[in-house]
T-cell receptor, first 109, second 117 residues
């Protein structure tokens, strides 16, 4: 099956810092989503981005499908950004999301 | 627009007991998914329904897990009998797949945290 690797596994920042999270995948995809899992376990949709670039406030994401990676940028981080960020992909011909292991982000005040 | 609803939010049972979880997807979404998330890991798909038909249940432990979506809307996931390793968060998601949409974005409910003792 398709492999999804996220890096780094853990990231600790001071409030106000910027960060880049990476997601590599091993096959072509027709769906890629970024999620934020908050401390209560809720998965919050950040981006649906099988290709291209999108921005939403302090967050932006870029997927380069031909090179099989996606990047999530967080600018001016806040303590509320803490949690686990998941990348999930759907391989062409399949209908299920395969998740990476996540990046655990801690933003300190 | 209301999101995906799940209940209960928490459940504690003893091993060998049975338990059931309920999910109500986003209104109009034809496709419903159940995922299992073990602590420290990403969610893993258990079963996918499109309307009331099963699309993929290849990772559902069918000797103890069952799921149904009788009228193509709500769904229930049952475990009988439960084992210690079933302790996890059970997440329900829905999408507009199967309705001619090109957007396959999945939306998740708050999950049910199951503890088996």
């Amino acid at each position: 099956g398709i492999q999804v690797e996220q890096s780094p596994p853990d990231l600790i920042l001071q409030e106000g810092a910027n960060s880049t999270l990476r997601c590599n995948f091993s096959d072509s995809v027709n769906n890629l989503q970024w999620f934020h899992q908050n401390p209560w376990g809720q998965l919050i949709n950040l981006f649906y981005i099988p290709s291209g670039t999108k921005q939403n406030g302090r967050l932006s994401a870029t997927t380069v499908a031909t090179e099989r990676y996606s990047l999530l940028y967080i600018s001016s981080s806040q303590t509320t950004d803490s949690g686990v960020y998941f990348c999930a992909v759907e391989r062409g011909g399949s209908e299920k999301l395969v998740f990476g292991k996540g990046t655990k982000l801690t933003v300190n005040p | 627009e209301a999101g995906v609803a799940q209940s209960p939010r928490y459940k504690i049972i003893e091993k060998r007991q049975s338990v059931a979880f309920w999910c109500n997807p986003i209104s109009g979404h034809a496709t419903l998914y159940w995922y299992q998330q073990i602590l420290g890991q990403g969610p893993k798909l258990l079963i996918q329904f499109q309307n009331n038909g099963v699309v993929d249940d290849s990772q559902l432990p069918k000797d103890r897990f069952s799921a149904e979506r009788l009228k193509g809307v709500d769904s229930t996931l049952k475990i009988q009998p439960a084992k210690l390793e079933d302790s996890a968060v059970y997440l329900c998601a829905s999408s507009g797949r199967g309705q001619g949409m090109i957007d396959y974005e999945q939306y998740f409910g708050p999950g049910t945290r199951l503890t088996v003792t």
